[in-house]
C-alpha cells in the first residue's frame, strides 16, 4: 500500500500513538479519542456536544467508546455537585495514555469508604448465638390507631 502525505502547514493534530496502538481499543474508541485530542484545550465535553460536532454517530455510540475508554483508563469522569449537594453536571478528564486506576474507589469521604472494606455489609443478619428461647406464642392485644 502507498501513502501520499501531504504537506502540513496548518489544520493538523499531532497526537501520541499509544492509543492509536491499544490493542484494547476498538476503532471506534481510538478515533473518539483522537477526534477529541485534537479538539481545543477549552473545549467543554459532553455526550450531547459530542453528539452534535461528530454528526454521523449517535448517543448511544459515543457514549459505548467513552465507557470504553474510561475502562482502559484514558477517560475519568467526575460528578460535580454544588455547596448543597445537587447535581450540576460531569467534568471529563481525557489522557493522551492510560492511567493506573487506584485500588481504592473515588470518594468524596475516604474514610467511609475504608470502613466499608473491614466490615462488609451482608443482607443476612448474624447467626452467632441465636436466641434459643421460643418465642411467645399468646395474642398481643390490637391498638386503635384511628383515634
Known amino acids: 500500500m502507498s501513502i501520499i502525505r501531504v504537506e502540513k502547514q496548518q489544520k493538523y493534530t499531532c497526537v501520541s500513538n499509544v492509543p492509536l496502538r491499544d490493542a484494547r481499543l476498538s476503532l471506534k474508541a481510538r478515533g473518539l479519542i483522537t477526534y477529541c485530542l485534537s479538539l481545543p484545550d477549552n473545549w467543554t465535553y459532553s455526550v450531547s456536544g459530542l453528539v452534535k460536532v461528530i454528526g454521523t454517530e449517535g448517543k448511544s455510540s459515543i457514549q459505548s467508546a467513552l465507557h470504553e475508554l474510561e475502562a482502559c483508563g484514558y477517560l475519568i469522569r467526575r460528578r460535580l455537585h454544588d455547596n ?47 436466641p434459643t428461647a421460643k418465642p411467645s406464642t399468646e395474642n398481643q392485644p390490637l391498638q386503635n390507631t384511628y383515634s
Open 84 to 130: 448543597s449537594g445537587k447535581f450540576t453536571g460531569t467534568e471529563y478528564v481525557l489522557y493522551e495514555e492510560p492511567q493506573i486506576q487506584a485500588e481504592q474507589p473515588f470518594t468524596e469521604n475516604r474514610s467511609m469508604a475504608v470502613s466499608e472494606e473491614k466490615e462488609p455489609f451482608t443482607d443476612f443478619p448474624s447467626t452467632v448465638n441465636p
